[in-house]
């Protein structure tokens, strides 16, 4: 779990203002989801959370400590397409993740603690659905399927943070909500802290336990860079917070996945 802070920050690329004067104390093991107009800086929002963008001005704290100014296995992303590496199967995928996380700079492991790997990248395969498409490439899924590897492949890292942009933007509805049925139970078990952008306000509505919007409120024609999108609205959603957790004994990543089969959570 993590906590950010977010302090007076603004965002610009040359004279353009994308987002001003933000302030925000994100709760640890909150789901935020983040609404606003097209353009408005929300990826921009995330990027700076992942650590691929720097403020212009002000401060972004996890954990009280200074944002590290590289991305790093503590915060997951996943977008809306593209999340995948296309050359590996859905196992190298999850893999990749974790090995990643082990192992920053080389990226490999070997003997035992890949064995290790191996298992835990089942598991995780497994609670997202895919244990029967284990060994084929992302180009033979579904754009369902292949969102649910890049959740898998983002949780490889164990991240205190996930980060998702419009990750169920281009699924259909009924995909979208088998998505939702599994994103929650992840998000509780793995007690992280979510921010979402979506474009979907029943989405944000549904599964956030907070919502924040962005938006412009002052426009000079004359200057359309000049002011940026704000924090207009922040919306806590209590009825989507988890019940206080029951201890259950788990032995590793999968010791839930019965539960979420019986939730439905798995087909
Ligand atoms: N690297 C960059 N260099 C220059 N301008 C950028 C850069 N990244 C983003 N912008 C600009 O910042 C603004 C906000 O972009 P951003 O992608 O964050 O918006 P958004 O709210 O996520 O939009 P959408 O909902 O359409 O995805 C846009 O005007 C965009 O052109």
Not at 81 to 103: C, D, I, K, M, Q
Not at 242 to 252: M, N, S
Request: charged share 20%.
């Amino acid at each position: 779990m993590s906590a950010i802070t977010v302090r007076d920050v603004w965002v610009e690329y040359g004279d353009q203002i994308v987002l001003e004067a933000l302030n925000l104390d994100i709760a640890s093991g909150s789901f935020v989801t983040v609404v606003g107009p097209s353009g408005c800086g929300k990826s921009t929002f995330l990027r700076m959370v992942l650590g691929q963008e720097r403020p212009t001005r002000g401060r972004l704290l996890l954990d009280g400590a200074p944002l590290p100014a590289e991305p790093g296995p503590d915060r997951g992303i996943v977008f809306q397409r593209y999340s995948v590496f296309p050359h590996l199967t859905v196992l190298g995928n999850v893999l990749a993740g974790f090995e990643f996380a082990a192992s920053p700079l080389l990226g490999t492991l070997f003997g035992a603690a890949r064995r290790r790997a191996v298992a835990a990248s089942d598991e995780l395969i497994a609670a997202v659905g895919l244990a029967a498409h284990r060994d084929k490439y992302p180009s033979a899924l579904s754009g369902g399927m292949q969102q649910r590897l890049a959740i898998a492949q983002a949780l490889a890292k164990n991240p205190k943070v996930l980060l998702l942009d419009e990750p169920f933007g281009a699924l259909d509805p009924g995909t979208r909500a088998q998505m939702h049925d599994l994103l929650k139970p992840l998000w509780r078990q793995h007690g992280m802290t979510v921010i979402m952008v979506t474009h979907d306000l029943k989405e944000a509505f549904g599964l956030g336990t907070r919502l924040i919007a962005f938006d412009k409120l002052r426009h000079d024609p004359q200057a359309p860079g000049r002011y940026g999108a704000r924090l207009t609205y922040d919306l806590d959603l209590p009825r989507n917070r988890p019940a206080p957790a029951t201890p259950v004994p788990t032995t590793g990543r999968g010791a839930d996945i019965p539960l979420l089969i019986s939730q439905g959570a798995i087909p």
